[in-house]
Protein backbone atom coordinates (compact mmCIF):
# COMPACT_ATOMS: atom_id res chain seq x y z
CA UNK A 1 0.00 0.00 0.00
CA UNK A 2 2.91 2.37 0.81
CA UNK A 3 4.40 1.90 -2.62
CA UNK A 4 1.37 2.48 -4.26
CA UNK A 5 0.54 5.74 -2.45
CA UNK A 6 4.25 6.42 -3.45
CA UNK A 7 3.38 6.02 -6.78
CA UNK A 8 0.19 8.33 -6.70
CA UNK A 9 1.47 11.09 -4.91
CA UNK A 10 4.56 11.03 -7.38
CA UNK A 11 2.21 10.90 -10.36
CA UNK A 12 0.24 13.86 -9.06
CA UNK A 13 3.55 15.76 -8.74
CA UNK A 14 4.84 15.12 -12.07
CA UNK A 15 1.29 15.74 -13.75
CA UNK A 16 0.54 18.82 -11.65
CA UNK A 17 3.75 21.34 -12.70
CA UNK A 18 2.84 22.50 -15.36
CA UNK A 19 -0.52 23.91 -13.92
CA UNK A 20 1.65 25.37 -11.18
CA UNK A 21 4.30 28.25 -13.17
CA UNK A 22 6.62 24.99 -13.54
CA UNK A 23 7.57 23.26 -16.36
CA UNK A 24 5.67 21.36 -18.01
CA UNK A 25 8.49 18.80 -19.44
CA UNK A 26 7.45 15.97 -16.60
CA UNK A 27 4.74 15.23 -18.28
CA UNK A 28 6.71 13.12 -19.95
CA UNK A 29 7.04 10.26 -17.37
CA UNK A 30 4.26 11.55 -15.22
CA UNK A 31 2.13 8.75 -16.13
CA UNK A 32 4.86 6.09 -15.70
CA UNK A 33 4.13 5.51 -11.66
CA UNK A 34 0.18 4.42 -12.84
CA UNK A 35 1.63 2.24 -15.34
CA UNK A 36 4.22 0.54 -13.15
CA UNK A 37 0.74 0.14 -10.92
CA UNK A 38 -0.92 -1.40 -13.19
CA UNK A 39 1.75 -4.10 -14.29
CA UNK A 40 1.70 -4.77 -10.26
CA UNK A 41 -2.14 -6.02 -10.61
CA UNK A 42 -3.46 -9.15 -12.05
CA UNK A 43 -6.45 -9.34 -13.97
CA UNK A 44 -8.80 -10.62 -11.36
CA UNK A 45 -12.18 -8.48 -10.56
CA UNK A 46 -10.71 -7.23 -6.96
CA UNK A 47 -7.55 -6.41 -8.57
CA UNK A 48 -9.12 -4.25 -11.12
CA UNK A 49 -11.14 -2.29 -8.47
CA UNK A 50 -7.96 -1.86 -6.38
CA UNK A 51 -6.22 -0.12 -9.74
CA UNK A 52 -9.49 1.68 -10.46
CA UNK A 53 -9.26 3.45 -7.07
CA UNK A 54 -5.33 4.27 -6.83
CA UNK A 55 -5.90 6.06 -10.10
CA UNK A 56 -9.24 7.58 -9.15
CA UNK A 57 -7.35 9.09 -6.35
CA UNK A 58 -4.09 10.20 -8.87
CA UNK A 59 -7.08 11.80 -10.51
CA UNK A 60 -8.67 13.82 -7.83
CA UNK A 61 -5.45 14.83 -6.44
CA UNK A 62 -4.52 16.04 -9.69
CA UNK A 63 -7.57 18.31 -9.79
CA UNK A 64 -7.02 19.35 -5.97
CA UNK A 65 -4.11 20.32 -6.89
CA UNK A 66 -4.84 22.60 -10.15
CA UNK A 67 -8.15 23.39 -10.18
CA UNK A 68 -8.51 24.47 -6.01
CA UNK A 69 -8.85 28.16 -6.94
CA UNK A 70 -11.90 27.93 -8.45
CA UNK A 71 -12.85 27.40 -5.05
CA UNK A 72 -12.43 31.37 -4.69
CA UNK A 73 -15.56 32.03 -6.79
CA UNK A 74 -17.79 29.02 -6.48
CA UNK A 75 -17.73 26.24 -3.97
CA UNK A 76 -19.10 23.86 -6.54
CA UNK A 77 -16.89 24.89 -9.36
CA UNK A 78 -14.25 22.57 -8.46
CA UNK A 79 -15.96 19.75 -7.40
CA UNK A 80 -17.83 19.49 -10.61
CA UNK A 81 -14.40 20.18 -12.64
CA UNK A 82 -12.78 17.26 -10.89
CA UNK A 83 -16.02 14.94 -10.89
CA UNK A 84 -16.18 15.54 -14.77
CA UNK A 85 -12.32 15.57 -15.42
CA UNK A 86 -11.99 12.25 -13.31
CA UNK A 87 -14.29 10.82 -15.58
CA UNK A 88 -13.53 11.66 -18.64
CA UNK A 89 -9.36 10.51 -17.58
CA UNK A 90 -10.60 7.46 -15.94
CA UNK A 91 -11.96 5.32 -19.40
CA UNK A 92 -8.37 4.98 -20.91
CA UNK A 93 -6.52 4.24 -17.75
CA UNK A 94 -8.77 1.83 -17.05
CA UNK A 95 -9.51 0.22 -20.55
CA UNK A 96 -5.59 0.27 -21.02
CA UNK A 97 -5.32 -1.61 -17.31
CA UNK A 98 -8.11 -4.34 -19.08
CA UNK A 99 -6.92 -5.25 -22.08
CA UNK A 100 -3.18 -5.11 -20.96
CA UNK A 101 -4.11 -8.27 -19.08
CA UNK A 102 -5.60 -10.14 -21.57
CA UNK A 103 -3.54 -8.86 -25.04
CA UNK A 104 -0.20 -8.22 -25.53
CA UNK A 105 1.46 -4.46 -25.11
CA UNK A 106 1.10 -3.68 -28.71
CA UNK A 107 -2.72 -4.17 -28.58
CA UNK A 108 -2.79 -2.49 -24.61
CA UNK A 109 -0.59 1.07 -25.79
CA UNK A 110 -2.97 2.30 -29.13
CA UNK A 111 -5.82 1.33 -26.87
CA UNK A 112 -4.94 3.79 -23.88
CA UNK A 113 -3.16 6.63 -26.78
CA UNK A 114 -6.28 6.66 -28.89
CA UNK A 115 -8.58 6.47 -25.96
CA UNK A 116 -7.08 9.32 -23.92
CA UNK A 117 -6.81 11.31 -27.16
CA UNK A 118 -10.73 10.89 -28.13
CA UNK A 119 -11.79 11.67 -24.78
CA UNK A 120 -9.86 14.94 -24.33
CA UNK A 121 -11.53 15.95 -27.77
CA UNK A 122 -14.90 14.70 -26.56
CA UNK A 123 -15.04 16.73 -23.21
CA UNK A 124 -13.18 19.48 -25.13
CA UNK A 125 -16.12 19.71 -27.38
CA UNK A 126 -19.22 18.57 -25.16
CA UNK A 127 -21.51 21.65 -25.02
CA UNK A 128 -22.92 21.65 -21.74
CA UNK A 129 -20.24 19.84 -19.66
CA UNK A 130 -16.70 20.97 -20.72
CA UNK A 131 -13.62 22.33 -19.15
CA UNK A 132 -10.70 21.41 -20.76
CA UNK A 133 -8.12 22.58 -18.63
CA UNK A 134 -6.18 19.20 -18.04
CA UNK A 135 -5.71 18.64 -21.68
CA UNK A 136 -2.12 16.94 -21.38
CA UNK A 137 -1.09 19.34 -23.97
CA UNK A 138 -2.20 22.41 -22.50
CA UNK A 139 0.56 21.45 -19.61
CA UNK A 140 3.50 23.10 -21.69
CA UNK A 141 1.98 26.95 -21.85
CA UNK A 142 5.36 27.72 -19.72
CA UNK A 143 7.69 25.67 -22.65
CA UNK A 144 6.59 27.25 -26.01
CA UNK A 145 10.32 26.76 -27.03
CA UNK A 146 9.25 23.07 -26.79
CA UNK A 147 6.00 22.96 -28.75
CA UNK A 148 5.92 25.35 -31.53
CA UNK A 149 4.74 22.46 -34.15
CA UNK A 150 1.10 23.08 -32.11
CA UNK A 151 1.00 25.11 -35.35
CA UNK A 152 0.02 21.99 -37.30
CA UNK A 153 -1.27 19.82 -34.51
CA UNK A 154 -2.79 22.32 -31.66
CA UNK A 155 -2.40 21.10 -27.93
CA UNK A 156 -3.62 17.77 -29.41
CA UNK A 157 -0.38 16.86 -30.44
CA UNK A 158 0.90 17.90 -26.71
CA UNK A 159 -1.24 15.18 -25.88
CA UNK A 160 0.23 13.06 -28.51
CA UNK A 161 3.81 13.75 -27.37
CA UNK A 162 3.00 13.00 -23.55
CA UNK A 163 1.45 9.67 -24.01
CA UNK A 164 3.88 8.90 -26.34
CA UNK A 165 7.35 9.92 -23.90
CA UNK A 166 5.23 7.80 -21.44
CA UNK A 167 4.81 4.29 -23.04
CA UNK A 168 8.36 4.72 -24.77
CA UNK A 169 10.59 5.39 -21.13
CA UNK A 170 8.35 2.94 -18.81
CA UNK A 171 9.06 0.29 -21.84
CA UNK A 172 13.09 1.26 -21.37
CA UNK A 173 12.55 0.94 -17.24
CA UNK A 174 10.83 -2.68 -18.20
CA UNK A 175 13.38 -4.14 -20.61
CA UNK A 176 16.59 -1.88 -20.31
CA UNK A 177 17.91 -2.48 -23.83
CA UNK A 178 19.48 -0.41 -26.19
CA UNK A 179 16.58 -0.21 -28.69
CA UNK A 180 14.45 0.36 -26.14
CA UNK A 181 16.41 3.32 -24.80
CA UNK A 182 16.97 5.02 -28.30
CA UNK A 183 13.52 4.93 -28.79
CA UNK A 184 12.86 6.47 -26.01
CA UNK A 185 15.36 9.26 -26.58
CA UNK A 186 13.97 9.84 -30.09
CA UNK A 187 10.24 10.13 -28.76
CA UNK A 188 11.47 12.75 -26.27
CA UNK A 189 14.34 14.74 -27.47
CA UNK A 190 13.20 14.93 -31.20
CA UNK A 191 9.76 17.29 -30.47
CA UNK A 192 11.87 19.54 -29.11
CA UNK A 193 14.75 19.70 -31.55
CA UNK A 194 11.84 19.90 -34.36
CA UNK A 195 10.11 22.98 -32.02
CA UNK A 196 14.04 24.63 -31.72
CA UNK A 197 14.64 24.42 -35.89
CA UNK A 198 10.86 25.90 -36.20
CA UNK A 199 11.46 28.67 -33.72
CA UNK A 200 14.85 29.56 -35.31
CA UNK A 201 13.23 29.43 -39.01
CA UNK A 202 10.03 31.77 -38.48
CA UNK A 203 10.21 35.09 -40.15
CA UNK A 204 8.02 38.13 -39.40
CA UNK A 205 5.65 39.49 -42.13
CA UNK A 206 7.22 42.29 -41.86
CA UNK A 207 3.61 44.22 -41.10
CA UNK A 208 3.23 45.95 -37.89
CA UNK A 209 0.22 47.77 -36.06
CA UNK A 210 0.26 49.90 -32.37
CA UNK A 211 -1.97 48.66 -30.11
CA UNK A 212 -2.77 49.64 -26.55
CA UNK A 213 -4.53 47.43 -23.69
CA UNK A 214 -6.33 48.82 -20.92
CA UNK A 215 -6.55 47.30 -17.44
CA UNK A 216 -8.76 48.93 -14.94
CA UNK A 217 -7.89 46.82 -12.31
CA UNK A 218 -11.69 46.56 -10.74
CA UNK A 219 -13.10 44.27 -7.64
CA UNK A 220 -15.03 42.42 -9.11
CA UNK A 221 -17.03 41.48 -5.42
CA UNK A 222 -17.06 44.99 -4.37
CA UNK A 223 -16.75 47.53 -7.25
CA UNK A 224 -18.07 45.93 -10.54
CA UNK A 225 -20.97 44.26 -10.24
CA UNK A 226 -21.80 46.42 -6.88
CA UNK A 227 -20.11 49.49 -7.10
CA UNK A 228 -21.21 52.57 -9.44
CA UNK A 229 -21.09 52.45 -13.09
CA UNK A 230 -20.41 55.80 -13.40
CA UNK A 231 -17.40 55.67 -11.31
CA UNK A 232 -16.36 52.72 -13.10
CA UNK A 233 -17.16 54.51 -16.09
CA UNK A 234 -15.23 57.17 -15.01
CA UNK A 235 -12.20 54.95 -14.71
CA UNK A 236 -12.12 53.96 -17.79
CA UNK A 237 -11.97 57.21 -19.81
CA UNK A 238 -9.02 58.07 -17.68
CA UNK A 239 -7.32 54.91 -18.32
CA UNK A 240 -8.50 55.67 -22.31
CA UNK A 241 -7.10 58.77 -22.30
CA UNK A 242 -3.37 57.42 -21.88
CA UNK A 243 -4.17 55.76 -25.10
CA UNK A 244 -1.14 57.54 -27.96
CA UNK A 245 -3.30 58.71 -30.78
CA UNK A 246 -0.92 56.57 -32.95
CA UNK A 247 -2.59 53.64 -31.40
CA UNK A 248 -4.39 51.53 -34.13
CA UNK A 249 -6.51 49.41 -31.74
CA UNK A 250 -7.44 50.10 -27.95
CA UNK A 251 -8.66 47.06 -25.60
CA UNK A 252 -10.89 46.82 -23.00
CA UNK A 253 -11.50 43.94 -21.07
CA UNK A 254 -14.85 41.30 -20.81
CA UNK A 255 -17.71 43.74 -19.70
CA UNK A 256 -15.68 46.49 -19.23
CA UNK A 257 -18.61 49.20 -20.60
CA UNK A 258 -21.00 49.11 -17.37
CA UNK A 259 -23.73 49.73 -19.28
CA UNK A 260 -26.22 47.62 -20.71
CA UNK A 261 -26.65 47.96 -24.53
CA UNK A 262 -29.55 46.90 -27.34
CA UNK A 263 -28.62 44.22 -29.82
CA UNK A 264 -30.48 45.40 -32.40
CA UNK A 265 -29.42 49.33 -31.88
CA UNK A 266 -25.80 49.15 -30.75
CA UNK A 267 -24.99 52.14 -32.53
CA UNK A 268 -27.86 54.26 -30.69
CA UNK A 269 -26.63 53.44 -27.07
CA UNK A 270 -25.95 56.85 -25.18
CA UNK A 271 -22.87 55.19 -24.18
CA UNK A 272 -21.75 54.02 -27.33
CA UNK A 273 -22.27 57.58 -28.74
CA UNK A 274 -20.57 59.07 -26.29
CA UNK A 275 -17.36 56.87 -26.78
CA UNK A 276 -17.27 57.09 -30.53
CA UNK A 277 -17.41 61.31 -30.27
CA UNK A 278 -14.88 61.10 -27.97
CA UNK A 279 -12.91 58.50 -29.98
CA UNK A 280 -13.71 60.09 -32.93
CA UNK A 281 -12.27 63.65 -32.02
CA UNK A 282 -9.09 62.44 -30.00
CA UNK A 283 -8.35 59.02 -32.06
CA UNK A 284 -9.53 59.24 -35.34
CA UNK A 285 -7.68 56.37 -36.72
CA UNK A 286 -8.40 54.35 -33.27
CA UNK A 287 -10.84 51.42 -32.93
CA UNK A 288 -12.13 50.49 -29.82
CA UNK A 289 -12.96 47.19 -28.37
CA UNK A 290 -14.28 46.63 -25.00
CA UNK A 291 -16.85 44.29 -23.36
CA UNK A 292 -20.39 44.89 -22.79
CA UNK A 293 -23.73 43.09 -21.50
CA UNK A 294 -26.45 43.14 -24.88
CA UNK A 295 -29.41 41.97 -24.49
CA UNK A 296 -31.78 41.05 -27.50
CA UNK A 297 -35.92 41.60 -27.72
CA UNK A 298 -37.76 39.16 -30.01
CA UNK A 299 -40.55 40.61 -31.36
CA UNK A 300 -43.56 38.64 -31.83
CA UNK A 301 -43.19 36.48 -34.86
CA UNK A 302 -39.45 36.60 -35.06
CA UNK A 303 -37.61 33.78 -35.48
CA UNK A 304 -36.14 32.58 -31.52
CA UNK A 305 -33.28 30.41 -30.37
CA UNK A 306 -34.06 27.36 -28.61
CA UNK A 307 -32.96 28.78 -25.25
CA UNK A 308 -34.09 32.29 -24.95
CA UNK A 309 -35.43 34.11 -21.57
CA UNK A 310 -39.16 34.97 -21.09
CA UNK A 311 -40.67 37.36 -18.72
CA UNK A 312 -44.22 37.14 -19.18
CA UNK A 313 -44.98 38.01 -22.74
CA UNK A 314 -41.12 39.03 -23.61
CA UNK A 315 -39.30 36.76 -24.48
CA UNK A 316 -35.22 38.16 -24.93
CA UNK A 317 -31.60 37.18 -24.71
CA UNK A 318 -29.00 38.36 -22.37
CA UNK A 319 -25.42 38.17 -24.29
CA UNK A 320 -21.48 38.56 -23.29
CA UNK A 321 -20.24 40.70 -26.31
CA UNK A 322 -17.63 42.44 -27.46
CA UNK A 323 -18.41 45.99 -29.40
CA UNK A 324 -16.00 47.27 -32.00
CA UNK A 325 -16.38 51.63 -31.48
CA UNK A 326 -14.84 53.85 -34.01
CA UNK A 327 -14.69 50.79 -36.62
CA UNK A 328 -14.86 50.29 -40.47
CA UNK A 329 -16.99 47.04 -39.35
CA UNK A 330 -20.53 47.25 -40.22
CA UNK A 331 -21.14 44.64 -37.92
CA UNK A 332 -20.42 45.84 -34.22
CA UNK A 333 -20.76 43.12 -31.78
CA UNK A 334 -19.15 39.89 -30.96
CA UNK A 335 -21.35 37.59 -28.95
CA UNK A 336 -19.26 35.09 -27.08
CA UNK A 337 -19.37 31.11 -28.72
CA UNK A 338 -17.89 29.46 -25.49
CA UNK A 339 -19.80 29.28 -22.38
CA UNK A 340 -18.74 29.07 -18.83
CA UNK A 341 -20.54 25.91 -17.92
CA UNK A 342 -22.16 26.64 -14.32
CA UNK A 343 -22.88 30.69 -14.85
CA UNK A 344 -23.51 31.10 -18.68
CA UNK A 345 -24.59 27.90 -19.48
CA UNK A 346 -26.70 26.75 -17.31
CA UNK A 347 -30.85 26.73 -16.77
CA UNK A 348 -31.49 30.09 -14.22
CA UNK A 349 -31.71 28.68 -11.19
CA UNK A 350 -31.89 31.17 -8.27
CA UNK A 351 -30.58 29.31 -5.71
CA UNK A 352 -27.52 28.41 -6.96
CA UNK A 353 -26.93 32.46 -6.57
CA UNK A 354 -25.82 31.62 -3.33
CA UNK A 355 -22.77 29.49 -4.83
CA UNK A 356 -21.99 30.97 -8.15
CA UNK A 357 -20.76 34.40 -8.88
CA UNK A 358 -18.69 34.83 -12.29
CA UNK A 359 -19.44 37.36 -14.48
CA UNK A 360 -22.26 39.61 -12.52
CA UNK A 361 -25.29 37.46 -14.44
CA UNK A 362 -26.23 33.41 -13.66
CA UNK A 363 -28.53 31.97 -16.01
CA UNK A 364 -28.47 30.70 -19.26
CA UNK A 365 -26.81 33.38 -21.16
CA UNK A 366 -27.28 33.86 -25.68
CA UNK A 367 -24.18 32.67 -27.50
CA UNK A 368 -23.70 32.78 -31.39
CA UNK A 369 -21.99 30.41 -33.33
CA UNK A 370 -19.75 32.46 -35.62
CA UNK A 371 -16.98 34.28 -34.91
CA UNK A 372 -17.39 37.93 -35.78
CA UNK A 373 -14.31 40.05 -36.74
CA UNK A 374 -13.86 43.42 -36.02
CA UNK A 375 -11.82 45.85 -39.23
CA UNK A 376 -10.21 48.82 -39.20
CA UNK A 377 -7.93 49.59 -41.93
CA UNK A 378 -5.46 47.26 -42.49
CA UNK A 379 -6.30 45.66 -38.96
CA UNK A 380 -9.07 42.44 -39.21
CA UNK A 381 -9.04 41.81 -35.07
CA UNK A 382 -10.71 38.54 -33.62
CA UNK A 383 -12.08 39.69 -30.34
CA UNK A 384 -12.01 36.54 -28.40
CA UNK A 385 -14.01 36.40 -24.99
CA UNK A 386 -12.25 34.81 -21.77
CA UNK A 387 -13.47 31.30 -22.29
CA UNK A 388 -12.78 31.35 -25.84
CA UNK A 389 -9.31 31.47 -25.15
CA UNK A 390 -9.07 28.09 -24.18
CA UNK A 391 -10.84 26.32 -27.03
CA UNK A 392 -8.06 26.15 -29.60
CA UNK A 393 -10.80 25.23 -32.38
CA UNK A 394 -13.51 28.11 -31.53
CA UNK A 395 -10.27 30.65 -31.35
CA UNK A 396 -9.19 29.62 -34.93
CA UNK A 397 -12.57 30.72 -36.20
CA UNK A 398 -11.44 33.65 -35.97
CA UNK A 399 -8.10 33.25 -37.93
CA UNK A 400 -10.68 31.71 -40.73
CA UNK A 401 -13.01 34.80 -41.09
CA UNK A 402 -10.24 36.85 -41.68
CA UNK A 403 -8.36 38.19 -38.37
CA UNK A 404 -4.77 39.05 -39.08
CA UNK A 405 -4.63 40.10 -34.94
CA UNK A 406 -6.22 38.63 -32.09
CA UNK A 407 -7.70 40.31 -29.45
CA UNK A 408 -8.56 38.34 -25.98
CA UNK A 409 -10.73 40.20 -23.72
CA UNK A 410 -11.48 38.73 -20.21
CA UNK A 411 -12.32 39.26 -16.37
CA UNK A 412 -10.08 36.91 -14.12
CA UNK A 413 -10.89 38.63 -11.03
CA UNK A 414 -12.96 36.14 -9.71
CA UNK A 415 -10.30 33.53 -8.95
CA UNK A 416 -8.19 36.40 -6.84
CA UNK A 417 -4.59 35.79 -6.89
CA UNK A 418 -4.17 32.47 -7.71
CA UNK A 419 -2.98 30.37 -10.63
CA UNK A 420 -6.00 30.28 -12.56
CA UNK A 421 -5.46 34.32 -14.16
CA UNK A 422 -2.00 33.45 -14.76
CA UNK A 423 -2.66 30.13 -16.74
CA UNK A 424 -5.09 31.83 -18.60
CA UNK A 425 -2.82 33.84 -20.15
CA UNK A 426 -0.51 31.35 -20.30
CA UNK A 427 -2.77 29.33 -22.52
CA UNK A 428 -2.66 32.68 -25.17
CA UNK A 429 0.78 31.92 -25.67
CA UNK A 430 -0.59 27.98 -27.05
CA UNK A 431 -3.45 29.72 -28.78
CA UNK A 432 -0.59 32.46 -30.17
CA UNK A 433 1.25 29.42 -31.86
CA UNK A 434 -1.39 27.37 -32.86
CA UNK A 435 -2.85 30.55 -35.25
CA UNK A 436 0.45 32.35 -35.38
CA UNK A 437 -1.16 35.43 -34.60
CA UNK A 438 0.11 38.28 -32.17
CA UNK A 439 -2.42 38.50 -28.97
CA UNK A 440 -3.13 41.42 -27.55
CA UNK A 441 -4.93 40.66 -24.21
CA UNK A 442 -6.46 42.85 -21.85
CA UNK A 443 -7.43 41.60 -18.30
CA UNK A 444 -9.93 43.58 -15.46
CA UNK A 445 -7.10 42.60 -13.13
CA UNK A 446 -4.20 40.85 -14.63
CA UNK A 447 -3.02 39.16 -17.02
CA UNK A 448 -2.91 42.22 -19.66
CA UNK A 449 -0.23 41.95 -22.11
CA UNK A 450 0.97 40.98 -25.65
CA UNK A 451 2.13 37.84 -26.87
CA UNK A 452 4.27 37.63 -30.52
CA UNK A 453 2.91 34.10 -32.81
CA UNK A 454 5.73 32.35 -31.69
CA UNK A 455 4.23 32.94 -27.87
CA UNK A 456 6.76 35.04 -26.43
CA UNK A 457 5.72 37.80 -23.74
CA UNK A 458 6.44 41.72 -24.72
CA UNK A 459 4.57 43.28 -21.90
CA UNK A 460 1.99 42.01 -19.60
CA UNK A 461 0.45 43.87 -16.34
CA UNK A 462 0.54 41.51 -13.45
CA UNK A 463 -2.48 41.03 -10.83
CA UNK A 464 -3.94 44.19 -9.08
CA UNK A 465 -1.76 46.41 -11.37
CA UNK A 466 -3.77 49.48 -12.97
CA UNK A 467 -2.63 50.77 -16.41
CA UNK A 468 -1.99 50.69 -19.94
CA UNK A 469 0.24 49.30 -22.15
CA UNK A 470 0.95 49.95 -25.40
CA UNK A 471 3.09 47.88 -28.20
CA UNK A 472 3.73 47.34 -31.92
CA UNK A 473 2.52 43.60 -32.82
CA UNK A 474 3.06 41.37 -35.77
CA UNK A 475 -0.08 41.26 -38.23
CA UNK A 476 -0.33 38.05 -40.45
CA UNK A 477 -2.02 36.72 -43.52
CA UNK A 478 -1.37 33.20 -44.00
CA UNK A 479 -3.36 30.25 -41.91
CA UNK A 480 -1.78 27.57 -40.37
CA UNK A 481 -2.54 23.77 -40.20
CA UNK A 482 -4.24 23.72 -37.36
CA UNK A 483 -6.51 26.77 -38.34
CA UNK A 484 -7.39 25.19 -41.26
CA UNK A 485 -8.09 21.69 -40.51
CA UNK A 486 -8.38 22.05 -36.60
CA UNK A 487 -8.38 19.16 -34.19
CA UNK A 488 -7.48 16.45 -36.65
CA UNK A 489 -5.82 14.02 -33.94
CA UNK A 490 -8.38 14.25 -31.65
CA UNK A 491 -10.77 13.32 -34.85
CA UNK A 492 -8.33 10.82 -35.86
CA UNK A 493 -8.14 9.39 -32.11
CA UNK A 494 -11.66 8.57 -31.80
CA UNK A 495 -11.89 6.16 -35.37
CA UNK A 496 -8.34 4.48 -34.02
CA UNK A 497 -10.14 4.04 -30.57
CA UNK A 498 -13.02 2.08 -32.10
CA UNK A 499 -10.44 0.25 -34.61
CA UNK A 500 -8.52 -0.63 -31.46
CA UNK A 501 -11.23 -1.91 -29.31
CA UNK A 502 -12.45 -4.12 -32.37
CA UNK A 503 -9.06 -5.44 -32.74
CA UNK A 504 -9.06 -6.24 -29.44
CA UNK A 505 -12.47 -8.07 -29.51
CA UNK A 506 -11.08 -10.07 -32.39
CA UNK A 507 -7.53 -10.94 -30.90
CA UNK A 508 -9.91 -12.36 -27.78
CA UNK A 509 -11.62 -14.59 -29.74
CA UNK A 510 -8.76 -15.66 -31.60
CA UNK A 511 -7.37 -16.46 -28.61
CA UNK A 512 -10.00 -18.14 -27.29
CA UNK A 513 -10.15 -20.21 -30.13
CA UNK A 514 -6.65 -21.17 -29.75
CA UNK A 515 -5.72 -19.56 -33.29
CA UNK A 516 -3.29 -16.93 -31.57
CA UNK A 517 -0.68 -17.53 -28.37
Same mark, same amino acid.
Given at each position: MRRNLLCVLGSVVLL????????????????????????????????????? @???? &???? =?? /? %? #????????? !???GPVAATFFTTFWTIIPVMLYHYVSKRASRSVAYPVLISAWLACEHLYTHMEVVSFPWLSLGNGFS?????????????? @???? &???? =?? /? %? #????????? !??????????VVVVPMVVSIIIGWNYQSSGSEVQVSVVQPNVDCYEEKFAGSEPEQMANILELLGQVPASSRVAVLPET????????????????????????????????????????????????????????????????????AINSDSEQMLHHKMRLVVGVEAMPQLPLLDNFVDLGGVTGQLGRNDKATVFRKGEVV????????????????????????????????????????????????????????????????TGVSGFITPTGEVLQRLDWDERGVLTQKVELRQEQTFYVRYGDWIGRTAMILTVLCLLYYSAYRVRRKNHLVE
Open positions: SVGWLGLSGVPLLVALIPLLYMSEQYSDSKKDWWRMA @GWSL &LCIV =LW /N %V #ATVWWIWNS !TPIGDVWAVQWYEYTGV @GGGT &LWVL =LA /N %V #AVFEYLRRR !TKWSQLRAAIAIPYQVDDKAVAESPTIIALGEMFAQEHPETMLVGGVFSVRVYEEGEPRPEIVRQQDSLYYNNFNSAVAGPAICYEGMYGEEYARFVTEGANLMLVLSNDGWWGDTPGHKRLFDFCRLRAIETRRSVARSAN
